[in-house]
């Protein structure tokens, strides 16, 4: 019983999975961030839309990227979920009365809801898809050309969805709650793979939180921006 | 923290008249308890008051009362083996508590722990951990010479700084998954910090995390609350040096 496929299944392999996973799904966040914050360079979007239309143009690679980020989502949900199945089986009876003892425990708001907060994430990343890539909320394509080459101009669709009020909170909730995840997420992946300097792990709590910070507020950045200015210039 | 002699309390304590009990909480309130009275010595007090009025007294389970042989296991308004940092109940003493202050007592909760009567529970599903790989090869014959086997200060530190786990199940206890991770992190983290463990590290760690996933106890979520109940102070560092054990026997 000690196959490869078994060691995957174990309470070590699942917290080893879900651990990387969410290192990648940190460092998409990161790489999408740096995407959009090429909306506040002045130039009217045309760097925004410069770099969608190159990831437009990768054709199967970006179908690949796409179909690993899926495997990744699911993944780390699968595994988010069934952790807390089998919560609710390895203690069916709860404590009338349950407290933290404090100290070095990393039991949180953050800690604590983490199955909650990646729920909504997971819920708002296929509306997300859905509004950005499918167009589901508003159906205009915008079209713009730059030296004479035309393209979408996906800057002007942005735009207008962060001048929708409604649009702006939701987005932001779901922005700080990625914060929530993370500031528990990122320091634990560490934990899971294997940091045990007891002089380090401290560290790597604060990095996470910094991290979970600078993500949150990186992403809460353009919304707000846009709404508070009345459009991107 | 009471600067009283004595002082009154009510308990709300778990009876459960054995493992098919549904089990209910009943209130007692005691006056007259002396502060240095250790916990467990108020529980004594406590029962000795239930046998005079015919009563059938607590059980709880407890042994050495000096914090080292690990029996005691009472979660104590909310925390295992009470509020106290790096103290077992059996060690908690009673000027910690406030004058007429309510306090809960419940037994460890977990499906490896099944309760067998009010508040002891069943702790085999350790021993089955232990069996499956806590233990190390010896030459049997002659007793070899003390401080034969070479071995560093910082290797032999570390190793007891794991060593040091009683098995009282508090971290299971805490935990808010029952996770068994901080124990059997310990057992294997010890003797792989050791030349003894060597023979049958790889095969260790893959037979004791098999019989814990076997037990029902549920996934670490990296919480740290074992950590900050353990009444030796048992760091996650176990639970971390378990992984990379059992990855690398997996790879190997």
């Not at chain 1, 807390?84 to 203690?91: D, E, S, T, V």
């Not at chain 1, 039991?107 to 809801?113: I, L, P, V, Y």
């Not at chain 1, 030296?147 to 932001?172: C, R, T």
């Given at each position: 019983m000690?196959?490869?496929?078994?060691?995957?299944?174990?309470?070590?392999?699942?917290?080893?999975?879900?651990?990387?996973?969410?290192?990648f799904?940190?460092?998409?966040?990161?790489?999408?961030?740096s995407?959009?914050?090429?909306?506040?360079?002045?130039?009217?979007?045309?760097?925004?839309?410069?770099?969608?239309e190159?990831?437009h143009?990768?054709?199967?690679?970006?179908?690949?990227?796409e179909i690993?980020?899926?495997?990744?989502?699911?993944?780390?949900?699968?595994?988010?979920?069934?952790?807390?199945?089998?919560?609710?089986?390895?203690?069916?009876?709860?404590?009338?009365?349950y407290k933290?003892?404090?100290?070095?425990s990393?039991?949180?708001?953050?800690?604590?809801?983490?199955?909650?907060?990646?729920?909504i994430?997971?819920?708002f990343v296929?509306?997300?898809v859905?509004?950005?890539?499918?167009?589901l909320?508003?159906?205009?394509?915008?079209?713009?050309?730059?030296?004479g080459?035309?393209m979408?101009?996906?800057?002007?669709?942005?735009?207008?969805?962060?001048?929708?009020?409604?649009?702006?909170?939701?987005?932001?909730?779901?922005?700080?709650?990625?914060?929530?995840?993370?500031?528990?997420?990122?320091?634990s992946?560490?934990?899971?793979?294997g940091?045990?300097?007891?002089?380090?792990?401290?560290v790597?709590?604060?990095?996470?939180?910094?991290?979970?910070?600078?993500l949150a507020?990186?992403?809460?950045l353009?919304?707000?921006?846009?709404y508070i200015?009345?459009?991107?210039? | 923290?009471?600067?009283?002699?004595?002082?009154?309390?009510?308990?709300?304590?778990?009876?459960?008249?054995?493992?098919n009990?549904?089990?209910?909480?009943e209130?007692?309130?005691?006056?007259?308890?002396?502060?240095?009275?250790?916990?467990?010595?108020?529980?004594?007090?406590?029962?000795?008051?239930?046998?005079?009025?015919?009563?059938?007294p607590?059980?709880?389970?407890?042994?050495?009362?000096?914090?080292?042989?690990?029996?005691?296991?009472?979660?104590?308004?909310?925390?295992?083996?009470?509020?106290e940092?790096?103290?077992?109940?059996?060690?908690?003493?009673?000027?910690?508590?406030?004058?007429?202050?309510?306090?809960?007592?419940?037994?460890?909760?977990?499906?490896?722990?099944?309760?067998?009567?009010?508040?002891?529970?069943?702790?085999?599903?350790?021993?089955?951990i232990?069996?499956?790989?806590g233990?190390?090869?010896v030459?049997?014959?002659?007793?070899?010479?003390?401080?034969?086997?070479?071995?560093?200060?910082?290797?032999?530190?570390?190793?007891?700084?794991?060593?040091?786990c009683?098995?009282?199940?508090?971290?299971v206890?805490?935990?808010?998954?029952?996770?068994?991770?901080?124990?059997t992190?310990?057992?294997?983290a010890?003797?792989?910090?050791?030349?003894?463990?060597?023979?049958?590290?790889?095969?260790?760690?893959k037979?004791?995390v098999?019989?814990?996933?076997?037990?029902?106890f549920?996934?670490c979520?990296?919480f740290?609350?074992?950590?900050?109940?353990?009444?030796v102070?048992?760091?996650?560092s176990?639970?971390a040096?378990?992984?990379t054990?059992?990855?690398?026997?997996?790879?190997?």
């Amino acid at each position: 019983m000690s196959s490869f496929a078994y060691a995957l299944q174990t309470t070590i392999g699942r917290k080893i999975l879900t651990g990387l996973t969410g290192i990648f799904l940190t460092l998409f966040l990161i790489a999408h961030l740096s995407g959009n914050l090429s909306l506040l360079i002045p130039d009217g979007g045309e760097a925004f839309n410069r770099y969608a239309e190159f990831l437009h143009d990768l054709g199967p690679l970006l179908w690949i990227a796409e179909i690993i980020l899926v495997i990744l989502f699911l993944t780390h949900a699968y595994i988010g979920i069934s952790i807390y199945l089998n919560k609710k089986k390895a203690r069916p009876v709860n404590y009338s009365y349950y407290k933290s003892q404090g100290g070095p425990s990393k039991q949180n708001f953050a800690s604590r809801s983490m199955l909650i907060s990646g729920s909504i994430i997971l819920l708002f990343v296929i509306l997300h898809v859905m509004h950005f890539k499918y167009h589901l909320f508003s159906p205009e394509t915008y079209m713009t050309s730059y030296d004479g080459q035309e393209m979408v101009d996906l800057a002007k669709h942005v735009e207008v969805a962060f001048l929708n009020p409604w649009i702006v909170a939701a987005y932001s909730f779901v922005m700080i709650l990625i914060g929530v995840h993370l500031k528990h997420g990122v320091w634990s992946a560490f934990i899971s793979l294997g940091a045990k300097n007891p002089k380090i792990t401290p560290v790597l709590y604060t990095v996470g939180g910094v991290v979970a910070i600078l993500l949150a507020a990186g992403f809460l950045l353009l919304p707000l921006y846009i709404y508070i200015n009345g459009g991107l210039s | 923290m009471s600067t009283q002699d004595n002082i009154s309390v009510n308990l709300k304590v778990w009876r459960q008249d054995g493992p098919n009990d549904k089990g209910r909480f009943e209130d007692y309130s005691l006056k007259d308890v002396n502060t240095h009275m250790s916990f467990l010595e108020m529980l004594d007090v406590l029962n000795e008051n239930l046998m005079k009025e015919k009563k059938t007294p607590i059980e709880f389970d407890h042994d050495c009362r000096e914090g080292i042989c690990g029996s005691c296991n009472l979660v104590i308004n909310g925390i295992a083996h009470g509020p106290e940092a790096r103290t077992a109940a059996c060690q908690l003493h009673m000027r910690h508590f406030k004058d007429g202050e309510t306090i809960t007592i419940e037994p460890w909760r977990a499906t490896a722990f099944p309760v067998i009567k009010d508040l002891v529970v069943d702790r085999n599903a350790f021993d089955r951990i232990m069996s499956a790989g806590g233990y190390v090869t010896v030459a049997t014959g002659n007793a070899p010479d003390a401080n034969a086997l070479p071995i560093s200060k910082v290797h032999a530190d570390s190793a007891m700084d794991y060593a040091i786990c009683i098995g009282c199940g508090a971290c299971v206890a805490s935990c808010p998954n029952s996770s068994a991770a901080l124990f059997t992190g310990a057992k294997i983290a010890q003797l792989s910090k050791l030349p003894q463990g060597e023979p049958e590290r790889k095969q260790r760690v893959k037979s004791m995390v098999e019989q814990m996933e076997k037990e029902g106890f549920g996934d670490c979520s990296n919480f740290g609350e074992c950590e900050a109940v353990c009444p030796v102070g048992i760091s996650i560092s176990a639970i971390a040096t378990m992984r990379t054990e059992y990855v690398k026997a997996m790879f190997s």
